[in-house]
């Protein structure tokens, strides 16, 4: 039962760190439009959904409120105005911040844990998981039989417990009658007394 509950928490609390980002993406509303010219807002926008905030949990830029990103929002601005193309500014970031900084960070040596990381944790999990319910199925066919010897001993014991709580309920019967007996003598005297 302990260990029911120990997975059942575990379940719960795997369930809580993966849904964690879908529920701040629902909550989450992308930053305030500061720039004059709308054009450069909106490209700023699309550039930054897919960049990463380095300080907040699993936000985009577009989406945090942090003085970090509002001043790579700035940078990702001042880039546009000086005429640099999209895959321009994305290389300056990632050559800034590392691949980190993207959403869709691409397949190479060190992204690789980035990108199957999440799978050798789930293999792991249910290797350990199989380990865990094979011992446990060993544990459980390991229970010898009881010899004969064994098993008549058992029964008397078992007899002996059902004579002796028979015995004790008899005794509960026999005290309640007595009770009984005795409120009726007394209360017998009580009429008695006040005739």
């Not at 039962?1 to 575990?10: G, I, T, W, Y």
């Not at 830029?61 to 546009?80: K, M, P, T």
């Not at 999209?86 to 844990?113: H, N, S, W």
């Not at 050798?120 to 229970?143: D, N, P, S, T, Y």
Request: net charge negative; proline share 4%.
């Amino acid at each position: 039962m302990h260990r029911l509950n120990f997975f059942s928490l575990m379940a719960v609390l795997f369930l809580i760190a993966i849904m964690s980002p879908q529920i701040g993406f629902a909550i989450g509303k992308e930053a305030p439009l500061l720039a004059e010219d709308p054009v450069i807002e909106a490209r700023m926008l699309r550039l930054s959904e897919d960049l990463r905030c380095l300080v907040c949990q699993n936000e985009s830029i577009a989406e945090s409120r942090a003085d970090f990103s509002n001043d790579l929002r700035r940078e990702i601005r001042e880039q546009i105005k000086a005429n640099k193309t999209d895959e321009e500014i994305l290389e300056f970031m990632v050559e800034r911040y590392g691949d980190f900084v993207l959403y869709d960070p691409p397949l190479k040596a060190t992204t690789f844990f980035l990108w199957f990381g999440p799978l050798f944790l789930l293999i792991i999990g249910a290797i350990a998981l199989m380990f865990v319910l094979k011992r446990r199925r060993v544990q459980i066919e390991e229970v010898p039989e009881l010899s004969e010897t064994e098993r008549k001993q058992a029964e008397a014991l078992m007899n002996l417990e059902e004579t002796e709580s028979k015995k004790t309920d008899v005794d509960v019967v026999d005290s309640r009658i007595e009770d009984k007996t005795e409120k009726e003598a007394l209360s017998g005297k009580d009429k008695g007394n006040k005739e």
